[in-house]
């Protein structure tokens, strides 16, 4: 995008430029917060090879999960597989390369992507097989591990508000992997479900600047319950 307004009408246009073999950020956890719109895009688009970075991938037939349907993720970096059958089957089968991280990981891996810190040292993982292949130091006595951050060639991401500069607020927990995610793509894109004018946000309140933002597209969501419970 050129200039201050971010805003495209399509799709198509959000995510142009979208190529085999790269690696996508996407938001969300579970069914929360996730950009369903964009990732049906996707969909549509038959892209493939594709790595995608993400909490988990969906469940069977909504969210990430339908970009398994027809194989077009060859990896999926994400902390659980969830609750989705497919996910596991291509697992089992050799069929997707996993590699599952914790979730604290995984967050701060997005976070320091986006704050170009190349890695960083957590004490989380150490002695498990998290741990095999990486550098360890001992800090005030205790053992902690290399992590490489992460960045992708794209992010995308649900807001609930935005306006034309890409300045977005999160609504309630969609605000999970959201933010870390919108810093770390190379081209970011949010999907919101409302648009205001330049100055009608509260500036305290922005949770992702504009800065780290290219294109934002309004549209309307189904916003699935993963699990419904309910009481008599």
Known sequence: MAGFDKVVTTYEDALS???????VIAGGFGLCGIPENLIAEIKRLQTKNLTIVSNNCGVDGFGLGILLEDKQV????????????????????????????????????MRAGGAGIPAFYTATGVGTPVAEGKDTRFFDGRE????????????????????????????HTAQNFNPMAATAGKITVVEVEELVEVGE???????????????????TFEKRIENRTTSK
């Open 144 to 171: 902690y591990l290399l992590e490489e951050a992460i960045t992708g060639d794209f992010a995308i991401v649900k807001g609930w508000k935005a306006d034309r500069y890409g300045n977005v607020i999160y609504r």
């Open 17 to 23: 430029g979208l190529k085999d073999g790269m690696t």
């Open 74 to 109: 060859s990896k999926m970096v994400s902390s659980y597989v969830g609750e989705n059958a497919l996910f596991e089957k291509q697992l089992l089968n050799g069929e997707l390369d996993v590699e599952l991280t914790p979730q604290g990981t995984l967050a701060e891996k």
């Open 201 to 219: 946000l509260d500036p305290a309140h922005i949770h992702t600047p504009g800065i780290y933002v290219d294109r934002v597209i309004v549209g």
